[in-house]
C-alpha cells in the first residue's frame, strides 16, 4: 500500500487518462435548468446524447488512448499505439476542442437527471485532458511518460488471458512496430524537463527493458508458430534497442538539461481539481480541512499507542506493528483468510450488497509492477468478454531480496495493514465497486472514473469498518491487543493519505520544497524518511494525490446528511448500494442523485 502510486484499474478506470463541475459553489444557470427539467427527458434528447457520447468515444477518445481500449476489452484496439509526436498531439487537442463545444453546446433540457450528470463528468473529462495536453504538459516535460507509457501499452495486452496467445502476440508485434518512434517523439518533444522526472526516468528504465526482455518472451512460451515468433523478435529486440538508446540520451544529453519546474501552481491545480472532480473549494480551505483530518488522526493514533504501551512512544509502538507480520510464503494464505472472515462480516452486519460469491484471485505482482506497488486489484474492463478474472496483486519479496529488503518490505503486510489492505482493494473496496459495473449501463460511466469517487470509496471503507466493529475480537481480531494493532495500522494509512493532501497542494503552489515534503511524511504523516522520499517523489507527478482524503471526507459528509435527511429509516447497506450503483463519477453527481439538491460537498 505504501511507497508508490497504487495500481487500481477498474473497467473504468483508464490509466492513460486524467478526468472529470458542481460543488460547494452555486450552479450555472444551465446547470440549474437540466436539474428542473431531469424529471420530464425526452425520448429524442436522450437518443440525440447517446448519439454524441457514442461519436466522442469512436472518434477521438478510443483512437487516440488505444491502450485504453485494450484495457477496457475493446480489442479492435489492441494493435495501435498513441500517437507520440507532437502532430499528433496537436491534433488530439483540436479534436477534444471541437467536442468540448458539441458537449458544452448539448442542450440540458430534456436530459434524465443520470445522462445530465454524464453530460456534466463528459465535458470535465474533456477539458481535463486538455488542461494536460496544453498547460500541464507532460509529453513536454516528462521522459517517463513516454518510456512507461509504451511498456503498459504492451502490458495490457500480456496481463491476462483474453484471447489465444497466438492472436495477443500478433497485436503485440503491431504495437511494438510503433513503439521505437515513440521514443524518438520524447527526443522531439521533451524540452527541460524537471530534474526530478528525467531522475525518475533513470530509475525506472532499467526495469522497463528487463520487462521487454524477460517478461514479454516469458508470456508467450506456449506460442509455436515459427514466423509469428520470429516476426515477435524482432520487434521486440527493436524495442529493447530503442529503451536502451533512450535510457542513454537521458542520462548524458537530456539530465544535464533538465532545470524546469515541476510545480503547476495554484490556477492549474484548482483547475484540475474542477475538472477531474467537479471540487471548486478554495485551495487554502482546503488546507484548513487537510490539516483538521491530519490532527484528528495523529490525536487518535496517540491515544490507540498509549493504550498499546504507555511507557512507549507512538512511533516505537507503530516499530512495534511493523515489525509483527507474517513469513513471505504465508502473506497469500493470510489475506485470503481475511477475506472469508470480511465477506462474513459484511454479509451479516448488513454493510453493503456483494454481488458474487466469487472472489479476486489472489497472485504475486506481476514482475513489472513490482517496483511500483505493494498491493492492487486488476479486475477485467467493462466491455471484457475474454477474461473475467479480477486479480488481486500482492507483491510478495522473492529470494533474490536481502533479509533487509524483505524486512522493509514485509512491514507494509503488519496485522493492522493486510486488513486495511484488504478492505480497500477486496471488500468493500474497489472489487465491490467493481461487482456493481454490470449494473451499469452508460458508455461515460463505463469507460471514465473519478479519482475522489473510487479512491475515496476504498479509503473510507478502510475507516468505515472498524466504526462499524470490524477488527474487534471474533470479527478479525483475536483479543483486545490484536484490535488496537489493526485501527493503529488504518490510522497510519490515513495519516498517509492526509500527509499527500497537504504536501500535493504545498508543493505545488510553491510553500513547500520537496526536502520539506519529505520532512513532512516523516514527521506529520508517521512515514518512514524513505517511504516519504518515494511519496514526495510521487507528488511531483501527481499532485492532486489528495483524493483519498478528500473523497473520503466527502462520502462521510454525503452519508450524515443522508442519515439527517432519512432519520430512522437511513439504512447503511441501502446507502452503499446506491452509491456503487452510480458508478465512478464525481462525488457531487453521487450527492445530487442520493440527496436530490445542491449542498455543498463539505
Not at 517496483?371 to 479486475?379: E, H, I, L, R
Amino acid at each position: 500500500m505504501k511507497g508508490a502510486a497504487i495500481k487500481m484499474r477498474f473497467p473504468f478506470a483508464l490509466a492513460a487518462c486524467s478526468l472529470a463541475l458542481l460543488i460547494s459553489l452555486p450552479l450555472t444557470a444551465s446547470s440549474t435548468t437540466a436539474m428542473k427539467s431531469m424529471t420530464q427527458p425526452s425520448q429524442q434528447q436522450t437518443a440525440a446524447w447517446h448519439k454524441l457520447v457514442d461519436a466522442y468515444f469512436d472518434r477521438v477518445y478510443l483512437p487516440y488512448n488505444p491502450t485504453a481500449g485494450t484495457s477496457a476489452g475493446l480489442h479492435q484496439y489492441d494493435s495501435k499505439l498513441e500517437n507520440y509526436s507532437r502532430a499528433g498531439l496537436d491534433q488530439q487537442a483540436g479534436e477534444l476542442h471541437d467536442y468540448e463545444q458539441k458537449v458544452s453546446a448539448f442542450p440540458v433540457a430534456g436530459l434524465s437527471e443520470w445522462d445530465a450528470g454524464d453530460r456534466a463528468f463528459l465535458l470535465g473529462n474533456i477539458r481535463s485532458q486538455l488542461l494536460t495536453l496544453e498547460t500541464i504538459r507532460p509529453w513536454q516535460k516528462n521522459p517517463d511518460w513516454y518510456s512507461s507509457g509504451i511498456t503498459g501499452s504492451a502490458f495490457t495486452i500480456i496481463e491476462r488471458n483474453y484471447a489465444p496467445a497466438d492472436v495477443r502476440l500478433a497485436a503485440l508485434i503491431e504495437r511494438e512496430k510503433q513503439m521505437p518512434a515513440a521514443l524518438e517523439a520524447a527526443r522531439a518533444n521533451l524540452i527541460n524537463p524537471p530534474k526530478i522526472y528525467t531522475e525518475i526516468a533513470l530509475e525506472q528504465l532499467p526495469g522497463l527493458i528487463g520487462f521487454f526482455q524477460h517478461d514479454i518472451p516469458a508470456a508467450f512460451t506456449s506460442v509455436k508458430d515459427a514466423k509469428l515468433l520470429a516476426q515477435f523478435h524482432a520487434s521486440n529486440d527493436a524495442v529493447i534497442q530503442a529503451l536502451t538508446s533512450y535510457q542513454q540520451w537521458v542520462k548524458t544529453d537530456l539530465l544535464p538539461k533538465s532545470n524546469g519546474d515541476f510545480r503547476i501552481g495554484a490556477a492549474t491545480f484548482s483547475a484540475k481539481l474542477r475538472d477531474d472532480e467537479m471540487v471548486n473549494i478554495p485551495l487554502d480551505r482546503l488546507l484548513e480541512i487537510a490539516y483538521a483530518d491530519l490532527h484528528k488522526n495523529q490525536e487518535e493514533f496517540r491515544k490507540v499507542a498509549h493504550e498499546l504501551d504507555p511507557n512507549k512512544t507512538p512511533m516505537q509502538v507503530l516499530a512495534e506493528l511493523q515489525a509483527d507480520h507474517p513469513a513471505p510464503d504465508q502473506l497469500l494464505g493470510k489475506f485470503q483468510l481475511t477475506f472469508n472472515n470480511l465477506i462474513q462480516f459484511i454479509r451479516t452486519k448488513k454493510i453493503v450488497t456483494i454481488p458474487s460469491d466469487v472472489q479476486p484471485t489472489l497472485q504475486n505482482t506481476p514482475p513489472f509492477m513490482r517496483a511500483t506497488t505493494f498491493a492492487s486489484m486488476d479486475p477485467p474492463g467493462a466491455y471484457e468478454k475474454g477474461s473475467h478474472k479480477a486479480y488481486f496483486n500482492v507483491t510478495v519479496p522473492g529470494p533474490d531480496k536481502t533479509p533487509q529488503q524483505i524486512s522493509e518490505s514485509m512491514a507494509a503486510f503488519n496485522i493492522g495493514t493486510i486488513v486495511s489492505t484488504s478492505v480497500h482493494e477486496a471488500y468493500p473496496g474497489h472489487y465491490v465497486q467493481f461487482l456493481f459495473m454490470p449494473q451499469i449501463h452508460s458508455r461515460v460511466r463505463k469507460m471514465l472514473y473519478a479519482s475522489t469517487d473510487v479512491e475515496g470509496w476504498a479509503h473510507y471503507c478502510e475507516q468505515m469498518m472498524l466504526d462499524e466493529d470490524y477488527g474487534q475480537p471474533g470479527w478479525g481480531a483475536k483479543n483486545a491487543r490484536e484490535a488496537k494493532l489493526i485501527r493503529l495500522g488504518q490510522l497510519d494509512d490515513a495519516l498517509l493519505r492526509d500527509a499527500r493532501f497537504v504536501v500535493g497542494i504545498k508543493m505545488h503552489t510553491g510553500q513547500m520544497t520537496m526536502d520539506q515534503a519529505v520532512d513532512f511524511f516523516n514527521k506529520e504523516g508517521y512515514q518512514t524518511r524513505a517511504n516519504g522520499l518515494v511519496e514526495t517523489k510521487r507528488g511531483t507527478s501527481d499532485p492532486t494525490y489528495l483524493y483519498y482524503t478528500l473523497g473520503k471526507l466527502m462520502i462521510l459528509n454525503l452519508r450524515h446528511d443522508l442519515q439527517q435527511k432519512e432519520g430512522a429509516s437511513f439504512s447503511l447497506e441501502k446507502f452503499h448500494d446506491e452509491f456503487l450503483r452510480q458508478g465512478g463519477v464525481p462525488l457531487p453527481i453521487v450527492r445530487r442523485a442520493l440527496l436530490q439538491n445542491n449542498s455543498p460537498v463539505l
